[in-house]
């Protein structure tokens, strides 16, 4: 038996977390997926989706919570520690509303 041929793109970050979520949690979604010859595809698709939504909500929190230019200049290490968490917050929702479904 020999599988069909797949796209060949390159996998990110969040595509790289949907497969290993699929192959330990979701094997009959991988298995169907491998041997229709659709993963590397579902798994882009995974990845440019949760990276469009990590650019629209790190905009949408950073302005939520007051964090501009002005902030940077008067504050950097402040500016950067509440992009930071704001990044890790985005991640957090991007994981459990894009990937880990």
């Known amino acids: 038996m020999k599988l069909p041929e797949q796209t060949n793109y390159q996998i990110g970050k969040y595509g790289q977390f949907y497969l290993d979520y699929i ?4 094997r009959g979604r991988y298995t169907t ?10 798994l882009h698709e995974i990845d440019f989706e949760a990276n469009k939504m990590l650019d629209t909500i790190i905009p ?24 930071n968490n ?9 994981l459990r509303e894009v990937v880990l479904v």
Not at 33 to 42: D, F, I, M, S
Not at 76 to 82: G, H, I, K, T, Y
């Open 60 to 83: 949408r929190l950073a302005a939520e919570r007051g964090i501009d230019e002005n902030l940077k200049a008067r504050d950097m290490l402040r500016w950067v520690a509440e992009m």
């Open 23 to 26: 192959k330990n949690h979701r």
């Open 33 to 42: 997926l491998l041997t229709e010859g659709k993963l590397n595809a579902r």
């Open 86 to 94: 704001i990044k890790v917050s985005a991640e957090e929702i991007v």
